[in-house]
């Protein structure tokens, strides 16, 4: 391809997983044992549970403030220069934009008007190079790049049964 050429190629399909940070590493953990599931498990979107609901207003069925870790596979042994290249434009990025964006197509939040999802973003270089761990110290079977989502604020509207 000469350069300065983009080619566009369709998203793998990304596994969805929740739960805390032990229960994400063992369900990795569960795909490795299979050729199949080895293929399954990256690119991936981690809901961090649990988190707390605020179910104090009327003007809202729930309010709550969670973390996301956006991954994909990586390698010990790049750079910072090869991950931001490889993983974070080319995989994690796109599919942190279209995230973003399902979620302010999905009828179910309330973003206000100007439709901003207030959230605190980071990637994360360092697990590629010298592992993820869980709470508990456990390292991920493998090196990931990821970004960390925190503090992502939802507000799901009440239920319109008129609809």
């Not at 929740?18 to 981690?46: C, H, T, W």
């Not at 809202?60 to 969670?66: D, E, G, L, P, W």
């Not at 999905?106 to 360092?126: I, L, P």
């Amino acid at each position: 391809m000469p350069r300065g050429v983009v080619k566009e190629i369709p998203c793998p399909p990304i596994h969805y997983v929740f739960g805390n940070a032990q229960y994400v590493k063992d369900k990795l953990d569960d795909l490795s044992k299979s050729p199949r599931g080895a293929e399954m498990k990256f690119p991936m979107i981690a809901l961090f549970c649990p988190f707390n609901e605020q179910r104090n207003t009327p003007d809202y069925h729930s309010k709550a403030k969670v973390r996301i870790l956006i991954a994909c596979s990586s390698d010990k042994k790049w750079s910072n220069e090869q991950r931001l290249e490889t993983s974070f434009k080319n995989i994690l990025r796109p599919i942190y934009n279209r995230f973003l964006e399902a979620l302010k197509e999905d009828g179910r939040f309330d973003f206000g008007y100007d439709e901003h999802v207030a959230h605190e973003y980071s990637e994360n270089y360092s697990y590629g190079r010298y592992g993820a761990h869980t709470g508990t110290g456990e390292e991920v079977s493998e090196p990931i790049d990821a970004i960390n989502i925190s503090n992502l604020e939802l507000k799901v509207k009440l239920p319109n049964c008129r609809k």
